[in-house]
């Protein structure tokens, strides 16, 4: 069976792709992206021969706001299409399958019109741009919550690795002996300067705990009672060593921590968002999964939210333990196999 998967920009577009390819070993996996987070994190994949082949095409970010770009967008769209169109008819799969992002709109288009079957999902509780436009030319629509009445709710597509990970590969992995407790710190894999710098106002912290921070790609924080990366491949392995978890509220983040069992105090994104990480963090902590705060008086609300869930982690636990149906990944593998 031949698959093209799509989906970039950022690593949640990303990942559950990769999570449905490791499930998928036997078939022959291909994926169309553009020159981004997405041809770097599936390089090792390429690697070693769980994806055929990367084709780039140039994508362009949709753009909600008004702006003189926005003009040059269908012009933009038409050449990626184009570039879409040849790889798939060299390729010639039986099934597309979008993760959504400005990247997959393009495939799902070209796809179409080749009258190849196509599958979109999306992650979130409201329909991200790219997939509310792809899902007007897609044949089969999957979502991990009942965002749209055309949707089919299968779940979230999440790495067995994130949630099996190795609790003494991650206390090396970010230099801690595991005598203190854990702080994990991640803004996704962009990262969140907000969350840095509350971090950074919270000293006190790292007389309870040791304190790991994932950056984002070309960050680094001025804080001498921290250890930081910018990026790391081994999330499983760090939230199998982290006791408690400052993240940003995107849904696979939020689901990763639940089914890992790491108790959270997750800071939605207001600022450039549509609001689905608002309607994500409430979800999830209506459920007793974490804590929700808002960026507004982060610092000096931090220290008590995060003393807060470290002290109530059995009884958050306790809670996460019943999200069991979060995890969506073999059902999604079931609905792309009925193509083949």
Same mark, same amino acid.
């Given at each position: *069976?031949?698959?093209?998967?799509?989906?970039?920009?950022?690593?949640?577009?990303?990942?559950?792709?990769?999570?449905?390819? %490791?499930?998928?070993?036997?078939?022959?996996? #291909? #994926?169309?992206?553009?020159?981004? *987070?997405?041809?770097?994190? !599936?390089?090792? #994949?390429?690697?070693?021969?769980?994806?055929?082949?990367?084709?780039?095409?140039?994508?362009?970010?949709?753009?909600?706001?008004? !702006? /003189?770009?926005? /003009?040059?967008?269908?012009? +933009?769209?038409?050449?990626?299409?184009?570039?879409?169109?040849?790889? /798939?008819?060299?390729?010639?799969?039986?099934?597309?399958? $979008?993760?959504?992002?400005?990247? =997959?709109?393009?495939?799902?288009?070209?796809?179409?019109?080749?009258?190849?079957?196509?599958?979109?999902?999306?992650?979130? *509780?409201?329909?991200?741009?790219?997939?509310?436009?792809?899902?007007?030319?897609? %044949?089969?629509?999957?979502?991990?919550?009942?965002? %749209?009445?055309?949707?089919?709710?299968?779940?979230?597509?999440?790495?067995?690795?994130?949630?099996?990970?190795?609790?003494?590969?991650?206390?090396?992995? *970010?230099?801690?002996?595991?005598?203190?407790?854990?702080?994990?710190?991640?803004?996704?894999?962009?990262?969140?300067?907000?969350?840095?710098?509350?971090?950074?106002?919270?000293?006190?912290?790292?007389? !309870?705990?040791?304190?790991?921070?994932?950056?984002?790609?070309?960050?680094?924080?001025?804080?001498?009672?921290?250890? +930081?990366?910018?990026?790391?491949?081994?999330?499983?392995?760090? @939230?199998?060593?982290?006791?408690?978890?400052?993240?940003?509220?995107? $849904?696979?983040?939020?689901?990763?921590?639940?089914?890992?069992?790491?108790? @959270?105090?997750?800071?939605?994104?207001?600022?450039?968002?549509?609001?689905?990480?608002?309607?994500?963090?409430?979800? @999830?902590?209506?459920?007793?999964? =974490? /804590?929700?705060?808002?960026?507004?008086?982060?610092?000096?609300?931090? @220290?008590?939210?995060?003393?807060?869930?470290?002290?109530?982690? !059995?009884?958050?636990?306790?809670?996460?333990?019943? +999200?069991?149906?979060?995890?969506?990944?073999?059902?999604?593998? +079931?609905?792309?196999?009925?193509?083949?």
């Amino acid at each position: *069976m031949k698959i093209v998967f799509s989906g970039g920009g950022t690593a949640g577009h990303v990942t559950p792709n990769l999570a449905l390819i %490791d499930k998928l070993p036997n078939e022959q996996n #291909y #994926y169309i992206g553009s020159d981004g *987070m997405e041809k770097t994190l !599936t390089a090792p #994949y390429l690697t070693d021969g769980k994806i055929q082949r990367y084709c780039e095409i140039s994508a362009h970010k949709l753009r909600r706001k008004l !702006t /003189l770009k926005n /003009l040059a967008l269908p012009f +933009q769209l038409i050449k990626s299409v184009k570039q879409t169109k040849k790889y /798939l008819k060299e390729i010639k799969p039986d099934v597309v399958f $979008s993760k959504g992002g400005y990247v =997959g709109l393009p495939v799902i288009i070209a796809a179409k019109k080749l009258k190849i079957p196509t599958i979109i999902h999306e992650s979130d *509780m409201s329909l991200g741009l790219a997939n509310k436009i792809s899902a007007r030319f897609a %044949d089969e629509f999957l979502s991990s919550f009942p965002c %749209d009445k055309r949707a089919k709710v299968v779940g979230l597509l999440i790495r067995e690795e994130v949630i099996k990970g190795d609790r003494q590969t991650g206390l090396k992995t *970010m230099g801690f002996d595991g005598k203190k407790p854990v702080l994990l710190v991640t803004g996704g894999s962009l990262g969140a300067a907000a969350l840095n710098q509350a971090i950074c106002k919270n000293k006190q912290l790292a007389d !309870t705990f040791d304190i790991f921070v994932i950056t984002g790609k070309g960050k680094r924080i001025d804080c001498d009672f921290v250890k +930081q990366r910018e990026y790391v491949t081994n999330i499983g392995d760090l @939230f199998s060593a982290a006791d408690v978890c400052l993240t940003r509220s995107g $849904s696979n983040s939020l689901a990763e921590l639940t089914l890992s069992q790491v108790p @959270f105090v997750t800071v939605p994104l207001t600022k450039c968002s549509r609001g689905e990480q608002v309607k994500n963090a409430q979800w @999830f902590t209506e459920r007793g999964c =974490g /804590l929700q705060l808002s960026e507004e008086n982060l610092e000096e609300k931090l @220290f008590s939210a995060i003393k807060t869930a470290y002290e109530n982690r !059995t009884a958050i636990i306790s809670k996460q333990k019943q +999200q069991k149906e979060l995890y969506g990944t073999d059902k999604t593998v +079931q609905e792309i196999q009925k193509f083949k």
